[in-house]
């Protein structure tokens, strides 16, 4: 089966910009991750959707960032303005129910450089 | 808060001996632990888990043990091999939600 896509594979901006980044899951999964991985430390949540509902979102910085998963499909995570300290790889999972028994699997990840 | 820790960066270990990855947690309410790796210009890819009801699991060169009264889990890899040379993640699930919460990592290298 297709893994998870996400496009771009790398983006560098400058503070105050904006970017966007998108991600297609595994065909089939119902639900989606969106992951900040900072340098030296591990993934951390950003947001949860059940098909096209938003579960958790309590770590998203919503002044800054947004998401959307339209039709239950693709999903696009957005940062406006973007800060020296979201530098990061966001990385997209999606699993088939959001239970253990379907472990997440990941995208490659996009690399975020804000300069 | 750091929730889940990894207290060791990185481990060194020769070709065909045992690797063993620590990983410690604070929070009560972790039902279930499981652990990815990680190469380079990757995502994470699940490796095994385990309940917060059991003690041990094996899934062939990989077993993972959790001590609950400790709060310690741990991955033994035997015998280890040049392809396990990789960044590993020790993750909980909190009970009754389908977060993750990760430790830091430790970047794990077999030397031939």
């Known amino acids: 089966e297709a893994g998870v896509a996400q496009s771009p594979r790398y983006k560098i901006i400058e503070k105050r910009q904006s970017v966007a980044f998108w991600c297609n899951p595994i065909?089939?999964?119902?639900?989606l991750y969106w992951y900040q991985q900072i340098l030296g430390q591990g993934p951390k949540l950003l947001i949860q959707?059940?098909?096209?509902?938003?579960?958790?979102d309590s770590q998203l910085p919503k002044d800054r960032f947004s998401a959307e998963r339209l039709k239950g499909v693709d999903s696009t995570l957005k940062i406006q303005p973007a800060k020296l300290e979201d530098s990061a790889v966001y990385l997209c999972?999606?699993?088939?129910?959001?239970?253990?028994?379907?472990?997440?699997?990941f995208g490659n990840g996009t690399r975020l450089t804000v300069t | 808060d750091q929730q889940v820790k990894q207290n060791s960066p990185s481990l060194s270990v020769q070709e065909g001996r045992i690797s063993i990855l620590n990983c410690d947690y604070t929070n009560s309410m972790f039902d279930y632990f499981l652990w990815y790796k990680k190469y380079p210009a990757e995502g994470p890819t699940f490796l095994i888990s385990?309940?917060?009801?059991?003690d041990k699991n094996e899934d062939g060169r990989f077993t993972v043990f959790l001590n609950k009264s400790a709060k310690h889990l741990s991955l033994h890899i035997v015998p280890s091999q040049p392809g396990d040379s990789a960044v590993y993640f020790c993750a909980g699930k909190i009970q009754g939600a389908q977060k993750l919460v990760f430790g830091q990592g430790t970047r794990l290298t077999i030397n031939p």
């Open positions: 999972a999606s699993s088939f129910s959001g239970t253990l028994n379907s472990p997440l699997h």
């Open positions: 385990i309940s917060s009801i059991k």
């Open positions: 959707f059940q098909n096209n509902g938003v579960v958790d």
């Open positions: 065909s089939g999964h119902a639900t």
